[in-house]
T-cell receptor, first 116, second 116 residues
């Protein structure tokens, strides 16, 4: 079974600064997918970024980028030029390509507060 | 993001009530999911439907009864719930039920349920 761990329950960052959220996972699979979702106070779960394990290049989406270290089973999210609207819970999620249920395994989340 | 909508957004019910949660997706997807999000717990997958057929029932009590009349609509019928069932219930959809990155799940805003 896969597990996803987010070791930082809460973090804060000053507006316009950079912050990195950590995520580690445990799996015996060689190919899989990783996701970061954002859940603002409105409770809508929004996809931020996704990474395919067979791709060595780290995914980027505007101010969001990941540092994917496959050997270390680490998938951290870097938010550059933090904005007040980035305040949210951030969830890391794992999906194995051969599981029957297209099931995501979520980490416990990191609450990020962006301070003005 | 209005691709996946959920109603109602908030619901308070007694333990003897019967209520239903509704989810609708406007993305042309073929798979839909119900998740439960409790405080301080990772998201829990409850049910998965693919092409209106239930393909996953994650050991959910029978007081939760899902219904998927077509690929755009998903219901969760609630009956004789317990206070510990109070949580945020999230609906999600994906293009299909396969193993690729294109099966990324997109979430609705959730229904906040309080059982008294």
């Amino acid at each position: 079974a896969q597990t996803v761990t987010q070791s930082q329950p809460e973090m804060s960052v000053q507006e316009a600064e950079t912050v990195t959220l950590s995520c580690t996972y445990d799996t015996s699979e060689n190919n899989y997918y990783l996701f970061w979702y954002k859940q603002p106070p409105s409770r809508q779960m929004i996809l931020v970024i996704r990474q395919e394990a067979y791709k060595q290049q780290n995914a980027t989406e505007n101010r969001f980028s990941v540092n994917f270290q496959k050997a270390a089973k680490s998938f951290s999210l870097k938010i550059s030029d933090s904005q007040l609207g980035d305040t949210a819970m951030y969830f890391c999620a794992f999906k194995a390509p051969n599981n029957a249920g297209n099931m995501l395994t979520f980490g416990g989340g990191t609450r990020l507060m962006v301070k003005p | 993001e209005t691709g996946v909508t959920q109603t109602p957004r908030h619901l308070v019910m007694g333990m003897t009530n019967k209520k239903s949660l509704k989810c609708e997706q406007h993305l042309g997807h073929n798979a839909m999911y119900w998740y439960k999000q409790s405080a301080k717990k990772p998201l829990e997958l409850m049910f998965v439907y693919s092409l209106e057929e239930r393909v996953e029932n994650n050991s959910v009590p029978s007081r939760f009864s899902p219904e998927c009349p077509n690929s755009s609509h998903l219901f969760l019928h609630l009956h004789t719930l317990q206070p510990e069932d109070s949580a945020l219930y999230l609906c999600a959809s994906s293009q299909g039920f396969g193993t690729g990155i294109q099966e990324t799940q997109y979430f609705g805003p959730g229904t906040r349920l309080l059982v008294l």
